[in-house]
C-alpha cells in the first residue's frame, strides 16, 4: 500500500522525533472482525501519548475531539492515523502491538535509519519499503523550504502553501502566538499526522529571524 505520508519536508534534526503510524484493515482479507481490534490498537496508542490522532469527518485529539466516543465509533471499516513525537513512546506502542498479535497491517513512517533501526531492536521484518524519491522538476517554483515544512506535515495537501507562509509571516511579526498558529494549521488535516510539536519548533526558529 502507498502512504500518504512520505512526503514530509526539511533536514534531518527536524525530522528525528516525527513519526507517522498508520493502521487499515485490508477489505476483503482482514477486515471481518477488525473494529474491535482497532479499539484495542487505539487504546494502546492513547496509553503511550501520540503526538494527534485524527479521523476523517469528525476531527483531532490535537483538537479537544473525545477519545471515547471515537473508539466506540470505530468498526471493520475504520483505519487509525497518527504521529508520535517521541521515539521511545512510539517503540512502546508498537511493541504492545506486536504483543497482541492483532494481524492488521501497522505502517510506519520516519527517517529511513531512524524506522529501520526501530524494527531492529522489537525484532520486525517490514514487510514493504517505501521511499519517497523527493520533488522532480523546476523547484525553484518551490515555496520556502519552512512553508513546506509545514505544510508536507498534511499528506493529503489540505495545509495549503499560501496558509502556510501567511501563519510563518504572522508568527515573525509576533501578531501571533505559537499555540494559536499551530492550531490554525493541525485543523485541516483531519488524518491526525500533522506533528503540532514538530510545528512548534519550526514557528520558534522563524520567530528568531529578523
Known amino acids: 500500500n502507498m502512504t500518504h505520508s512520505l512526503h514530509r519536508q526539511g533536514k534531518s534534526e527536524s525530522l528525528k522525533d516525527d513519526f507517522v503510524l498508520l493502521c487499515t484493515p485490508a477489505k476483503g482479507v482482514n477486515a471481518k472482525g477488525a473494529g474491535k481490534k482497532l479499539k484495542k490498537i487505539l487504546r494502546i496508542i492513547l496509553e503511550e501519548g501520540p503526538a494527534n490522532i485524527g479521523f476523517y469527518g469528525i476531527g483531532s485529539v490535537a483538537d479537544g475531539l473525545e477519545t471515547e ?11 487509525l492515523r497518527c504521529c508520535f513525537d517521541d521515539r521511545d513512546k512510539l517503540v512502546a506502542a508498537v511493541e504492545k502491538i506486536k504483543k497482541g498479535n492483532f494481524g492488521l497491517s501497522i505502517v510506519i513512517s520516519g527517517g529511513i535509519s531512524e524506522v529501520q533501526d526501530l524494527a531492529r531492536e522489537l525484532d520486525l521484518t517490514p514487510h514493504t519499503i517505501h521511499l519517497s524519491c523527493g520533488i522532480l522538476g523546476d523547484t525553484d517554483c518551490l515555496p520556502d523550504e519552512p512553508v513546506l515544512e509545514l505544510s508536507t506535515m498534511c499528506g493529503h495537501g489540505l495545509i495549503s502553501h499560501r496558509l502556510a507562509s501567511t501563519i510563518i509571516q504572522k508568527t515573525r511579526a509576533g501578531v501571533l502566538d505559537i499555540e494559536k498558529a499551530v ?3 493541525r485543523k485541516p488535516c483531519t488524518c491526525g499526522i500533522f506533528n503540532p510539536t514538530r510545528a512548534r519548533g519550526i514557528l520558534a526558529a522563524q520567530q528568531n529571524i529578523n
Open 69 to 79: 466516543a471515537v473508539i466506540a465509533s470505530l468498526d471493520d471499516t475504520s483505519r
Open 183 to 185: 492550531a490554525i494549521l
